[in-house]
Structure formats: structure tokens, C-alpha cells
């Protein structure tokens, strides 16, 4: 027997291989849509795929699960009870099937989602490891209101029962191969790091989610600090369940060139511009989305990035287009129309309009924070991150929620937007020049870690 993982960094999430090359078969867990990482795998092996399986309807990406179906004959095995509307096999607590020298067995552990189901692997009668999806994860476990914050009360007393009263009664030295890692944004807890597979001991010593054994406690832990999540998530369900378009592979960018380009911008086709926000600060194309390329891009592509928007990419370098592709499609924007051909420098070769954002330091801000009156000082960040210090009078609109606040920000106010490290404050200006707003300075490089450590007034909490 094997078990692969296979991490899929932009997601923050695993997914696995795990077959027998005794008989020649495998099946692969929560894959993502570009699939050819486990037809590879599987090849290396000498195996054939033949189960494509899923834990739960992914809020947080498109399943991979129908593309492998369609181009190598296996069947999808899901939980009966998330109603998959393309052929599948339904699966229901208990249901076994073997893979040769072990088989699988399935069950209901829900909580994250209610359809949630593991995968026990057993061998020679004895449970040797078990893939968990959301159920229970290193340090922590899947968050319990994606559903909505009516339902989540509901799914923490079930994830509960699945915690304490399935689980952890596994012996100790069963292995856990969780979908979701540190760093996800469907994590309730975790480290944010540390190597799968961890195991039922580990979680059991370990695991906050261990330690409150009474439900009340358990239910108040797990809906505590919940942040927010990339409004993408909304779409990932449902698309799931009716069933992904199949792509037939990772599609190729075409190239356009900048007059193509600019004919095929308009308010529907959008460009995003993945280069490091300090050269977009400097000069970049009238209208588009600053999103700097990184594990975290399709994440805030998926944040600020209207929903379905055909799009245009430029990229720092061609060698990035198809990690970029693999990022974008994983989470469902298919319509992508082509990347922008010699970057700026043939844009403006071309003869076409540039515009740049006002890049600042955190020294400038402080002069102009003491100015009277003073700019209205955006802060970027989580509110957890907000809360826990920032600088003395700012605002704080997280990243992904701005565009639904452009409305209620003054525009004859003068406007610095803040952040971390610059990153998401780039993206911020780049949101607020879309909207018309000329008057946007940006602190692109550093941020307010740089002026707490400069010993600038600060302050905590929502003051």
C-alpha cells in the first residue's frame, strides 16, 4: 500500500493518493481540478485510478473529482447525503470497498459540512489511517459556520459527536490524512504549519478541540474568532454538486497583444496585474486589479475580482503562467482570455495611457497623520489584526470587504491605505483608483508593525 500527498499550496489544503501496487489500483481523495499531478502519480506507481472521492461538498474549491472521471473512466464516490447531480456513487456510513490488500471504509463525520464523511483505511482488520476532510485536522479542525451563522451552532454539536464521540476513540496510532491545513481559510484552529499525517494520539494530547470534551464548551470554543473568508466561497458548493465544466487539462494562455488587449477592456473583461506591488505602484495599466503573484493569488483574486469576469493577466514572468492558470481554475475563474504580450513596456510602446498609484513611507504617514486635517487612514487588514494593534485613528475596512464600503467613504477626504507589509494596501489603492478616486496615497512597502516599532501613537481593541 502507498498514500501520496499531494499539497496544494494556494489552497492550504492536501489531497492524496492512496492505492495498492499489488493490485494495480488507487484511488485519489479531494483532488483539485488540475489533475494532472495525480495521473502522474498513479502512472509512477504503475496503477490505475479508479475512485475519485471526495469528503465533502468544498466550499473553499472546484473539485477536481468529474475531470478525472471523464478522462480516465473512474468512478466519483461522494456522501450520499451532498446530492451530487452527475453520476456518482453515493456512499453512506459503513460502505466499504477494497483496493486490494486494504480496503476502505467509510464514515459520517459531519460538522464542517453535514454530508462530511472519512475515509478508514484498513488492513488485515485493523483501522491504519483515516482521511478526515474538515473532521479533525493538525490543531485544529474546519470551521462550522461557511453554511451560514444560523446552521452553525447545529454543526458544532455534531462536530462534537465527530470529535469525541468517533474519532478520537480510534486507537492512538492511526494515522490522520486531513484535506484542510494551517493557513486555510476553513480552518477554526491550527498552527499554521507542521507535516501530515499527524495521528489520533497526537490530536488527542494536542488538539483544543480535544480538550473540550463537554459539548456546551466545545460548542462556544469552536464558534469563537471565526474570521472572514474570500466571497468566492459563496459559488464553490453549488458548482460542486452540479458538477464542474471539464476543462480537458490546464488550459494555455493566448497571447494578446496590448491593442488586443485594450479593445477587450471594458467593464465586464478585467485585467490583473500580478506583478510586486512596488512596480505596480509605479506605473500600471488604467483600471486594473493589483493582485501580486504568490501562493496567496487566486485567494485574492477570488476576494476582490468580480465573480465570472472574463480576464486578462500580466504576469512578472511568462515562466508564472501556468502556476497562475492551475491557481485560477482551481477555484473556478475559467473565462480567461489571454495575458497581456511584452507586459508595460509593450503597453506603452503601444502608445496606451499608464497610471501609477502615490507609493508613501510610514515616516511621510506620520507626517501627514499630524497634519490638521489629517487624511482618512485605511487599514487593510483582518479585524483580528486590527484589534490587536494599529495606528491611532485609522479606519478599518478589511481588504475583501472595500468594494462593498467604496460607497460610504468621503471622497473629498484624502485617503492612505495600510496594511502589513504593503501587499494588500497596493491592492487597496489599486481598488480605489478603479472607483475614480484620485486622491489615494499608498503605504506600499512596510506598514504598521513598521510604525509600532518606530514608537508612533497607537492604539487597540476598536478604538
Known amino acids: ?175 490522520i490524512y486531513p484535506t484542510h491545513g494551517g493557513g486555510s481559510f476553513c480552518s477554526a484552529a491550527g498552527p499554521g504549519g507542521g507535516e501530515v499525517p499527524t495521528s ?46 471539464v476543462l480537458g487539462g490546464v488550459p494555455r494562455l493566448a497571447s494578446l497583444t496590448p491593442l488586443s488587449a485594450r479593445s477587450q477592456l471594458d467593464e465586464i473583461t478585467l485585467l490583473v496585474d500580478a506583478r510586486p506591488q512596488n512596480i505596480f505602484n509605479e506605473e500600471h495599466v488604467p483600471g486594473s486589479f493589483a493582485v501580486p503573484f504568490g501562493d496567496n493569488f487566486s485567494t485574492w483574486v477570488g476576494w476582490i475580482v468580480p465573480w465570472g469576469r472574463p480576464l486578462i493577466l500580466l504576469s512578472p514572468d511568462p515562466y508564472h503562467h501556468d502556476a497562475m492558470v492551475r491557481q485560477l481554475i482551481r477555484i473556478g475563474y475559467d473565462r480567461l482570455n489571454g495575458y497581456l504580450a511584452g507586459g508595460m513596456d509593450g503597453w506603452k510602446t503601444s502608445g496606451l495611457p499608464v497610471e501609477a498609484a502615490d507609493g508613501i513611507d510610514v515616516d511621510t504617514l506620520k507626517e501627514l497623520w499630524g497634519q490638521e486635517p489629517a487624511p482618512m487612514i485605511l487599514d487593510v487588514r483582518q479585524r483580528s489584526e486590527y484589534h490587536a494593534g494599529h495606528i491611532q485613528g485609522a479606519l478599518n475596512i478589511e481588504l475583501g470587504e472595500l468594494q462593498e464600503h467604496l460607497d460610504g467613504l468621503p471622497r473629498e477626504i484624502p485617503v492612505v491605505t495600510v496594511c502589513a507589509s504593503g501587499m494588500r494596501a497596493s491592492v487597496a489603492g489599486s481598488i480605489l483608483q478603479r472607483d475614480g478616486r484620485q486622491n489615494v496615497q499608498v503605504v506600499g512597502v512596510g506598514g504598521t508593525q513598521d510604525w509600532i516599532d518606530r514608537g508612533f501613537p497607537i492604539a487597540t481593541g476598536d478604538e
Open 200 to 245: 489520533i494520539g497526537e490530536e488527542r494530547e494536542h488538539n483544543p478541540f480535544a480538550a473540550y470534551t463537554e459539548e456546551e464548551d466545545f460548542v462556544k470554543f469552536a464558534l469563537t474568532g471565526l474570521g472572514s473568508y474570500p466571497s468566492y466561497y459563496r459559488y464553490m458548493a453549488d458548482i460542486n454538486r452540479r458538477g464542474p465544466d
Open 1 to 175: 500500500m502507498f498514500i501520496e500527498t499531494v499539497r496544494i499550496q494556494s489552497l492550504s489544503n492536501n489531497s492524496y493518493v492512496v492505492g495498492s501496487e499489488q493490485s494495480g489500483q488507487c484511488a485519489v481523495i479531494d483532488p483539485a481540478r488540475d489533475i494532472d499531478q495525480y495521473t502522474n502519480i498513479a502512472s509512477n506507481h504503475g496503477v490505475r485510478i479508479v475512485y475519485a472521492l471526495e469528503t465533502h461538498l468544498h466550499n473553499d474549491f472546484i473539485s477536481g473529482a468529474r475531470e478525472l472521471a471523464a478522462q480516465t473512466g473512474c468512478q466519483v464516490g461522494s456522501s450520499a447525503s451532498g446530492g451530487l447531480l452527475y453520476p456518482s456513487v453515493r456512499l453512506q456510513d459503513n460502505d466499504t470497498f477494497d483496493l486490494g490488500e486494504f480496503r476502505l471504509r467509510i464514515l459520517h463525520t459531519p460538522g464542517h459540512t453535514p454530508e462530511s464523511i472519512s475515509f478508514m483505511v484498513e488492513e488485515q482488520g485493523e483501522i491504519r489511517a483515516v482521511f478526515t476532510g474538515g473532521a479533525l485536522m493538525l490543531g485544529g479542525a474546519a470551521r462550522v459556520d461557511l453554511l451560514g451563522s444560523r446552521v452553525a451552532p447545529y454543526l458544532a454539536r455534531w462536530l462534537h459527536q465527530t470529535i469525541h464521540g468517533k474519532l478520537l476513540k480510534l486507537p492512538d496510532s492511526v494515522q
